[in-house]
């Protein structure tokens, strides 16, 4: 068997005859060789008691070990033709001796093939002293080595000078420890021998020999009385300390660095075996070394495989299970690993061939703008690392997001340089901030599912989690979330601390859970002492037993925080106990000086402390960068410092070489750890700290030119408002808070809203009451802006003081708009709708329009007859091409009467109409703006209304309204415009699939656009026409509503949600499923929701609920429990408000309702008979003035029923079929369905069984197809009747 290229020899020669053959002769002894027994005899012709007691000692010594030592195994002591002898079992295999010798000539005999002979060696001595036997005679010729399964194997032969120790602890066991010296001394000298190949001298001609001998003699040997030599360069570093440790036991030389025993040698040496990539490297003396500079890894991981295991089954977890998105927060004190533990995530990604984006949260940084940096660092990879196959993701994302790239460039410029040559030169359009905070997060979401895929999984991870904003943390909530978004692992990591609050990131993960997705938490603290002394063995290459007491004191004063550990370890090489001796190749250390030395219990404190022992330009440094940021370029560094008295060039190496610092690429630099950071500004004297900012900030201003100082302004505001107590006149005042109003407009267009909001706040703070005097402008400027960026933010407290402010001290009204705007918008948002419609009252009036003062059904009926007079000799081709709104002061009323009117239909239902006229008469005689499609659509809704039905005039009003907003290119108007005439108007003249697309085209258009509450809306009405009208299969329903939901629970639109909740209980109802819609997604129950809609007036949900109720019992064939539901139906009255599909389809409902009670020809027989014929007489208009697609089939059905009724079994007959035919042909399979089944009931009744049964089945067979299994076993159990 072959071992590294090395063949071990053959074994002896052997006779046939039964001769023993003499193997070996010395002047005392002889060895002979009998097949597989070994003779060793005593040569002396009169052999002393001694001697021979000695070939008994070697027997009991051989008996006493344990069969599992690799010993020579004596069968019995008698004598060999007349002298006294052992007789042995022979040990195949090559002298150590031998063995070396063969190796000097083999150049495939390398280090590792030694490591594994040196191995077996030393666990048979282990394996001696562990039966508590110390071997006392290790020389080259009594180790066998021989081969097996791939390793070595090593025989120790010559037993005559072992010791059996005695279990005698009288004397404190100084004789055992002596004897154990002596065999680990040896073992220094048997390891020396092996790795340097040094020759050994022996009194016999041992090589010399017979080649084919295999059992060695017992032989001594004489060292070479120099002292060993140092390993030459090249030599691994932690081979040299451990055989340099064991060698200088018997020089004298005291240290804490010692073998105690054999077990430890054994385990550093397999420990070196296992990791030869950390503990073979050859020594090659640098810079470092030769400056006695110890270079520390900074992003070392160690231990923490509990932890890393939970890692990868999270990430396993993501991969399966349809790609479920998962959340795992890793949660720790500062500085115990929690990012090194995440960094292990890339190699399950990296093999899985997916996506890192990483992002970290810092308490100076603007929190948000993490997420924004952390895409745009995502991008910049992704360019720099030229990834193959990125075409795919182009595609994706091409698709998913299109011309929203160039919405988000500003605040991700690399996504565009990625995407440069794949979007098309669209124009974005305008929107208001309010708005593009929501399309912002739209974006955001649509990005990050376009990102990852099945087969690119993406991990999202961002550090620090607990300085994220509440406007992060609701995009992180919304990301998570985002149904889109599949193959996704979200990692965080917080802090555990006092006086950090935890509530927030509670609030976010509860709420997440609440939405379906899994969090999984880790909580980790310090490292174990023996990870302690892994780290310090493979950072000074020293065997993991003699780095044992440095590990072991460095964890008692440091705790096990990693990050105090690495700065502990450096602080010992700057303060001289920790050194590299050029002499011995290997680093040493004072461990009675480490153990005296004085240590902070805080890390930051303790870092501190040692930043204060470096040169004085080193330390300012330092403090420059602390108050630049956790990450910060050369240039700005450069600005920052005083000129010709610091060194960038200097300073930067040697951060980084001392672990303050981090090199990110393109000269910019990082903190190596935000407590390091914390150190650093710790430096500067409290009492400095607002000059040391304002002299930075300052210095970097006046140092960069004014076309540059957008890339810079954040930076040089944050540090010149840290200084504002140091500024001393009005000019210094003005002149701060313009270069705040330019970094809150920046972030604004950054859609950093939060830090937008914080700077404009400083900035206003700078403005005295003769600022307006002498600075107008800016003053006006700056409070506007801050009013704007207070509402998006949703900061009502901090928003009214700033809304007076202008309103008392503008020039003139105009200079009053947009913060009377703001103030509407507020009022409306708090849900103030009188005092919102008051204030536009005011606004309208002062621009010189009227506003109706009191409402009446006089002022109703001028307002409406003179819209249509206007209107009444006006083309749809002239009402589109009016001319555009010039003025102002019209365009601004306008825009408050727009506001007025999404308050009144909930605070004033009756003035709705009247304003909504208002604005389409402005349209007309003054010209439209982009708010005029919104007013027409509006007075189209109100023609389609039950006030007057004017199918006609509603449909030639959508029209217009549509035209006109592609004219305008009004697309932040497509949410409303496109629910009010495809989800109002046109349902009554086009078929109901016709609307399903521009629902959800609208949905798309919103989220761009941001106007969140129409843009949910149109997904609202888009699941009741697809359920009612258009009777899709309710598997799709299910699973489109259950993405809807999601999405108004991510918007925050709850009163939305729950309409969609209703739906989809529908659809789970019919399908059979015991599922409660309620209960999962919001935690509640239908009748909770209904009597919480009645006790708070939302009769739209009251009535929403009551015919979903109505809907299910009517198609389970619970007719009692319909009729009842109609009942109570009758109590929230629709009046004259717009009437979706779901309205239209209770009407028909109600309908075969009072048809079938009619019939039962009760007491009541007139009032369901008038019922029926009313609703039959409201269909009929309804097809003939609207749509024929729509309403022939219900028409047909409900004409059926009455003239079953009636007893017209011909005509009966004769309008089932068409129901049938128009319901096939329209593709309304559940109306199809119904038909079919109120056919066969027909039948049944006048005992036509056979047709009644092919009736039900041809309805099964529909009710299959929708998906209804409910309806389908309601309908079974009537075939089985009429069966039997």
């Given at each position: 068997?072959?071992?590294?290229?090395?063949?071990?020899?053959?074994?002896?020669?052997?006779?046939?005859?039964?001769?023993?053959?003499?193997?070996?002769?010395?002047?005392?002894?002889?060895?002979?060789?009998?097949?597989?027994?070994?003779?060793?005899?005593?040569?002396?012709?009169?052999?002393?008691?001694?001697?021979?007691?000695?070939?008994?000692?070697?027997?009991?010594?051989?008996?006493?070990?344990?069969?599992?030592?690799?010993?020579?195994?004596?069968?019995?002591?008698?004598?060999?033709?007349?002298?006294?002898?052992?007789?042995?079992?022979?040990?195949?295999?090559?002298?150590?001796?031998?063995?070396?010798?063969?190796?000097?000539?083999?150049?495939?005999?390398?280090?590792?093939?030694?490591?594994?002979?040196?191995?077996?060696?030393?666990?048979?001595?282990?394996?001696?002293?562990?039966?508590?036997?110390?071997?006392?005679?290790?020389?080259?010729?009594?180790?066998?080595?021989?081969?097996?399964?791939?390793?070595?194997?090593?025989?120790?032969?010559?037993?005559?000078?072992?010791?059996?120790?005695?279990?005698?602890?009288?004397?404190?066991?100084?004789?055992?420890?002596?004897?154990?010296?002596?065999?680990?001394?040896?073992?220094?000298?048997?390891?020396?021998?092996?790795?340097?190949?040094?020759?050994?001298?022996?009194?016999?001609?041992?090589?010399?020999?017979?080649?084919?001998?295999?059992?060695?003699?017992?032989?001594?040997?004489?060292?070479?009385?120099?002292?060993?030599?140092?390993?030459?360069?090249?030599?691994?570093?932690?081979?040299?300390?451990?055989?340099?440790?064991?060698?200088?036991?018997?020089?004298?030389?005291?240290?804490?660095?010692?073998?105690?025993?054999?077990?430890?040698?054994?385990?550093?040496?397999?420990?070196?075996?296992?990791?030869?990539?950390?503990?073979?490297?050859?020594?090659?003396?640098?810079?470092?070394?030769?400056?006695?500079?110890?270079?520390?890894?900074?992003?070392?991981?160690?231990?923490?495989?509990?932890?890393?295991?939970?890692?990868?089954?999270?990430?396993?977890?993501?991969?399966?299970?349809?790609?479920?998105?998962?959340?795992?927060?890793?949660?720790?004190?500062?500085?115990?690993?929690?990012?090194?533990?995440?960094?292990?995530?890339?190699?399950?990604?990296q093999e899985a061939n997916g996506y890192l984006i990483r992002g970290k949260f810092d308490r100076r940084?603007?929190?948000?703008?993490?997420?924004?940096?952390?895409?745009?660092?995502?991008?910049?990879?992704?360019?720099?690392?030229?990834?193959?196959?990125?075409?795919?993701?182009?595609?994706?994302?091409?698709?998913?997001?299109?011309?929203?790239?160039?919405?988000?460039?500003?605040?991700?410029?690399?996504?565009?340089?990625?995407?440069?040559?794949?979007?098309?030169?669209?124009?974005?359009?305008?929107?208001?901030?309010?708005?593009?905070?929501?399309?912002?997060?739209?974006?955001?979401?649509?990005?990050?599912?376009?990102?990852?895929?099945?087969?690119?999984?993406?991990?999202?991870?961002?550090?620090?989690?607990?300085?994220?904003?509440?406007?992060?943390?609701?995009?992180?909530?919304?990301?998570?979330?985002?149904?889109?978004?599949?193959?996704?692992?979200?990692?965080?990591?917080?802090?555990?601390?006092?006086?950090?609050?935890?509530?927030?990131?509670?609030?976010?993960?509860?709420?997440?859970?609440?939405?379906?997705?899994?969090?999984?938490?880790?909580?980790?603290?310090?490292?174990?002492?023996?990870?302690?002394?892994?780290?310090?063995?493979?950072?000074?290459?020293?065997?993991?037993?003699?780095?044992?007491?440095?590990?072991?004191?460095?964890?008692?004063?440091?705790?096990?925080?990693?990050?105090?550990?690495?700065?502990?370890?450096?602080?010992?090489?700057?303060?001289?106990?920790?050194?590299?001796?050029?002499?011995?190749?290997?680093?040493?250390?004072?461990?009675?000086?480490?153990?005296?030395?004085?240590?902070?219990?805080?890390?930051?404190?303790?870092?501190?402390?040692?930043?204060?022992?470096?040169?004085?330009?080193?330390?300012?440094?330092?403090?420059?960068?602390?108050?630049?940021?956790?990450?910060?370029?050369?240039?700005?560094?450069?600005?920052?410092?005083?000129?010709?008295?610091?060194?960038?060039?200097?300073?930067?190496?040697?951060?980084?070489?001392?672990?303050?610092?981090?090199?990110?690429?393109?000269?910019?630099?990082?903190?190596?750890?935000?407590?390091?950071?914390?150190?650093?500004?710790?430096?500067?004297?409290?009492?400095?700290?607002?000059?040391?900012?304002?002299?930075?900030?300052?210095?970097?201003?006046?140092?960069?030119?004014?076309?540059e100082l957008t890339n810079i302004i954040f930076t040089v505001v944050v540090n010149m408002n840290h200084?504002?107590?140091?500024?001393?006149?009005?000019?210094?005042?003005?002149?701060?808070?313009?270069?705040?109003?330019?970094?809150?407009?920046?972030?604004?267009?950054?859609?950093?809203?939060?830090?937008?909001?914080?700077?404009?706040?400083?900035?206003?703070?700078?403005?005295?009451?003769?600022?307006?005097?002498?600075?107008?402008?800016?003053?006006?400027?700056?409070?506007?802006?801050?009013?704007?960026?207070?509402?998006?933010?949703?900061?009502?407290?901090?928003?009214?003081?700033?809304?007076?402010?202008?309103?008392?001290?503008?020039?003139?009204?105009?200079?009053?708009?947009?913060?009377?705007?703001?103030?509407?918008?507020?009022?409306?948002?708090?849900?103030?709708?009188?005092?919102?419609?008051?204030?536009?009252?005011?606004?309208?009036?002062?621009?010189?329009?009227?506003?109706?003062?009191?409402?009446?059904?006089?002022?109703?009926?001028?307002?409406?007859?003179?819209?249509?007079?206007?209107?009444?000799?006006?083309?749809?081709?002239?009402?589109?091409?009016?001319?555009?709104?010039?003025?102002?002061?019209?365009?601004?009323?306008?825009?408050?009467?727009?506001?007025?009117?999404?308050?009144?239909?909930?605070?004033?239902?009756?003035?709705?109409?009247?304003?909504?006229?208002?604005?389409?008469?402005?349209?007309?005689?003054?010209?439209?703006?982009?708010?005029?499609?919104?007013?027409?659509?509006?007075?189209?809704?109100?023609?389609?209304?039950?006030?007057?039905?004017?199918?006609?005039?509603?449909?030639?009003?959508?029209?217009?309204?549509?035209?006109?907003?592609?004219?305008?290119?009004?697309?932040?108007?497509?949410?409303?415009?496109?629910?009010?005439?495809?989800?109002?108007?046109?349902?009554?003249?086009?078929?109901?699939?016709?609307?399903?697309?521009?629902?959800?085209?609208?949905?798309?258009?919103?989220?761009?656009?941001?106007?969140?509450?129409?843009?949910?809306?149109?997904?609202?009405?888009?699941?009741?026409?697809?359920?009612?009208?258009?009777?899709?299969?309710?598997?799709?329903?299910?699973?489109?509503?259950?993405?809807?939901?999601?999405?108004?629970?991510?918007?925050?639109?709850?009163?939305?949600?729950?309409?969609?909740?209703?739906?989809?209980?529908?659809?789970?109802?019919?399908?059979?499923?015991?599922?409660?819609?309620?209960?999962?997604?919001?935690?509640?129950?239908?009748?909770?929701?209904?009597?919480?809609?009645?006790?708070?007036?939302?009769?739209?949900?009251?009535?929403?609920?009551?015919?979903?109720?109505?809907?299910?019992?009517?198609?389970?064939?619970?007719?009692?429990?319909?009729?009842?539901?109609?009942?109570?139906?009758?109590?929230?009255?629709?009046?004259?408000?717009?009437?979706?599909?779901?309205?239209?389809?209770?009407?028909?409902?109600?309908?075969?309702?009072?048809?079938?009670?009619?019939?039962?020809?009760?007491?009541?027989?007139?009032?369901?008979?008038?019922?029926?014929?009313?609703?039959?007489?409201?269909?009929?208009?309804?097809?003939?003035?609207?749509?024929?697609?729509?309403?022939?089939?219900?028409?047909?059905?409900?004409?059926?029923?009455?003239?079953?009724?009636?007893?017209?079994?011909?005509?009966?007959?004769?309008?089932?079929?068409?129901?049938?035919?128009?319901?096939?042909?329209?593709?309304?399979?559940?109306?199809?369905?119904?038909?079919?089944?109120?056919?066969?009931?027909?039948?049944?009744?006048?005992?036509?069984?056979?047709?009644?049964?092919?009736?039900?089945?041809?309805?099964?067979?529909?009710?299959?197809?929708?998906?209804?299994?409910?309806?389908?076993?309601?309908?079974?159990?009537?075939?089985?009747?009429?069966?039997?």
């Amino acid at each position: 068997m072959s071992l590294g290229g090395y063949r071990s020899p053959p074994a002896g020669p052997t006779s046939s005859s039964t001769q023993p053959t003499l193997v070996y002769q010395s002047a005392s002894t002889a060895v002979y060789r009998l097949e597989d027994i070994g003779i060793k005899v005593l040569l002396a012709e009169n052999p002393t008691e001694q001697q021979v007691l000695q070939l008994v000692h070697e027997q009991n010594v051989s008996s006493y070990l344990p069969p599992t030592c690799q010993k020579r195994h004596v069968i019995d002591v008698k004598g060999f033709k007349g002298d006294p002898a052992i007789h042995f079992t022979w040990v195949n295999g090559s002298t150590l001796a031998k063995w070396l010798h063969t190796a000097r000539r083999r150049a495939d005999v390398n280090i590792t093939v030694r490591l594994r002979a040196a191995i077996a060696i030393v666990k048979t001595l282990a394996d001696f002293h562990k039966a508590k036997v110390v071997y006392n005679n290790l020389s080259p010729d009594n180790i066998v080595l021989d081969t097996f399964d791939g390793s070595y194997i090593a025989t120790f032969i010559d037993l005559s000078k072992a010791i059996i120790l005695s279990n005698d602890t009288s004397n404190g066991g100084q004789v055992e420890k002596n004897a154990v010296e002596m065999d680990l001394h040896a073992l220094g000298r048997i390891l020396n021998a092996l790795f340097d190949g040094e020759r050994f001298d022996s009194n016999s001609s041992a090589d010399e020999s017979d080649d084919t001998s295999t059992e060695g003699e017992e032989h001594s040997y004489r060292r070479k009385r120099n002292k060993r030599q140092a390993q030459v360069e090249g030599f691994p570093t932690c081979l040299n300390a451990l055989i340099s440790t064991l060698l200088l036991r018997k020089e004298g030389e005291e240290t804490s660095e010692k073998y105690g025993n054999v077990k430890d040698v054994l385990s550093d040496l397999q420990v070196i075996a296992t990791n030869p990539q950390i503990f073979l490297k050859a020594l090659k003396v640098d810079d470092f070394t030769l400056h006695n500079r110890l270079n520390a890894p900074v992003d070392a991981f160690y231990g923490r495989q509990s932890e890393v295991s939970l890692l990868y089954h999270a990430f396993d977890s993501v991969n399966k299970h349809e790609g479920q998105p998962m959340v795992l927060s890793i949660s720790g004190s500062p500085g115990t690993g929690k990012t090194f533990l995440v960094n292990q995530i890339r190699k399950p990604l990296q093999e899985a061939n997916g996506y890192l984006i990483r992002g970290k949260f810092d308490r100076r940084a603007r929190p948000d703008s993490i997420i924004f940096l952390a895409l745009d660092d995502f991008f910049a990879r992704l360019i720099d690392e030229r990834r193959k196959n990125v075409q795919d993701l182009i595609q994706r994302i091409r698709h998913a997001v299109g011309p929203g790239c160039r919405v988000l460039m500003n605040s991700i410029p690399n996504l565009h340089r990625f995407m440069e040559g794949h979007l098309d030169d669209n124009s974005d359009g305008a929107v208001g901030s309010s708005a593009s905070e929501h399309r912002w997060k739209y974006l955001l979401c649509k990005l990050v599912a376009a990102v990852s895929s099945k087969n690119e999984p993406l991990a999202i991870f961002f550090d620090d989690l607990q300085w994220a904003d509440e406007t992060s943390l609701e995009v992180i909530r919304m990301i998570i979330t985002e149904p889109d978004i599949k193959y996704c692992l979200f990692l965080c990591t917080h802090r555990i601390e006092d006086e950090i609050p935890q509530h927030r990131m509670k609030r976010m993960f509860q709420t997440i859970q609440q939405q379906g997705v899994s969090v999984m938490s880790i909580k980790i603290g310090a490292i174990a002492k023996d990870t302690v002394n892994t780290m310090l063995s493979e950072t000074l290459c020293l065997p993991p037993s003699l780095c044992s007491p440095l590990s072991s004191t460095i964890h008692n004063r440091t705790g096990g925080i990693i990050l105090f550990v690495m700065n502990f370890l450096r602080s010992l090489n700057e303060d001289g106990l920790l050194w590299f001796n050029l002499s011995t190749r290997r680093w040493e250390y004072d461990i009675v000086g480490i153990q005296q030395k004085e240590v902070s219990a805080d890390v930051v404190q303790h870092m501190s402390q040692r930043m204060t022992r470096l040169p004085r330009s080193m330390q300012f440094g330092l403090k420059l960068c602390s108050c630049l940021g956790a990450s910060f370029d050369v240039n700005a560094l450069r600005k920052g410092g005083p000129a010709n008295e610091f060194d960038v060039e200097e300073f930067l190496p040697f951060s980084i070489e001392s672990g303050f610092l981090r090199e990110d690429g393109q000269r910019r630099y990082s903190w190596a750890h935000d407590q390091v950071q914390q150190a650093a500004y710790a430096l500067i004297p409290v009492g400095k700290r607002e000059s040391f900012h304002l002299l930075l900030g300052s210095r970097m201003f006046m140092r960069t030119p004014a076309e540059e100082l957008t890339n810079i302004i954040f930076t040089v505001v944050v540090n010149m408002n840290h200084g504002i107590g140091q500024l001393k006149t009005l000019a210094q005042f003005h002149e701060v808070a313009r270069l705040n109003l330019k970094a809150g407009k920046k972030a604004m267009t950054l859609s950093s809203f939060d830090s937008a909001a914080k700077y404009l706040l400083v900035g206003v703070s700078l403005i005295k009451e003769e600022s307006w005097n002498i600075e107008y402008e800016l003053s006006l400027e700056l409070h506007d802006t801050v009013c704007e960026a207070l509402f998006v933010i949703g900061d009502w407290e901090k928003l009214l003081p700033n809304i007076q402010e202008p309103l008392q001290k503008a020039r003139c009204f105009a200079d009053k708009l947009n913060t009377y705007h703001t103030l509407v918008r507020y009022l409306k948002a708090t849900g103030d709708l009188r005092g919102a419609i008051e204030n536009c009252k005011h606004v309208v009036s002062e621009l010189g329009d009227d506003f109706p003062d009191q409402i009446d059904e006089a002022l109703f009926r001028e307002e409406t007859r003179r819209v249509e007079q206007l209107l009444q000799d006006k083309s749809e081709a002239e009402l589109i091409s009016l001319p555009k709104m010039t003025d102002e002061r019209k365009i601004a009323s306008m825009q408050f009467l727009n506001h007025a009117l999404s308050s009144a239909f909930a605070a004033e239902p009756m003035l709705a109409p009247i304003l909504t006229c208002r604005m389409v008469s402005l349209s007309v005689e003054c010209g439209v703006c982009e708010i005029s499609a919104t007013a027409f659509a509006g007075y189209g809704s109100w023609l389609v209304s039950a006030y007057k039905s004017d199918f006609e005039g509603g449909y030639r009003m959508g029209h217009v309204a549509i035209e006109l907003k592609n004219r305008l290119r009004y697309e932040e108007g497509i949410p409303r415009i496109h629910a009010i005439v495809y989800g109002f108007i046109n349902i009554w003249r086009t078929p109901f699939q016709a609307s399903l697309p521009k629902h959800l085209e609208a949905y798309d258009a919103g989220n761009f656009s941001g106007d969140v509450e129409f843009t949910l809306s149109n997904l609202y009405m888009h699941g009741v026409n697809s359920l009612y009208g258009c009777g899709d299969n309710l598997r799709d329903v299910d699973s489109t509503t259950r993405v809807y939901i999601q999405r108004c629970k991510q918007s925050g639109q709850s009163f939305l949600g729950k309409f969609i909740c209703v739906i989809h209980e529908v659809a789970l109802k019919l399908m059979g499923s015991s599922e409660k819609s309620y209960a999962s997604f919001y935690d509640t129950t239908e009748e909770r929701m209904f009597i919480d809609g009645r006790e708070q007036s939302k009769i739209s949900l009251c009535r929403f609920i009551l015919f979903k109720r109505k809907y299910v019992a009517f198609f389970l064939g619970q007719m009692h429990a319909a009729a009842d539901f109609f009942e109570l139906g009758l109590s929230f009255p629709i009046g004259g408000n717009g009437r979706l599909v779901n309205i239209i389809v209770g009407v028909f409902i109600d309908g075969l309702i009072a048809f079938y009670y009619a019939r039962k020809r009760r007491s009541d027989e007139n009032r369901w008979t008038e019922i029926g014929n009313g609703v039959l007489s409201l269909l009929e208009v309804w097809a003939k003035e609207g749509s024929d697609w729509n309403f022939s089939n219900k028409l047909f059905l409900l004409q059926a029923e009455c003239f079953f009724l009636r007893g017209d079994e011909r005509a009966a007959l004769q309008k089932y079929n068409a129901s049938i035919k128009s319901a096939q042909d329209h593709r309304f399979i559940h109306e199809e369905g119904l038909a079919h089944e109120r056919l066969a009931s027909f039948h049944d009744h006048y005992g036509r069984r056979s047709e009644a049964l092919t009736c039900f089945n041809a309805a099964k067979r529909c009710y299959e197809h929708w998906g209804a299994q409910a309806v389908v076993q309601r309908v079974e159990r009537t075939i089985a009747k009429l069966q039997r």
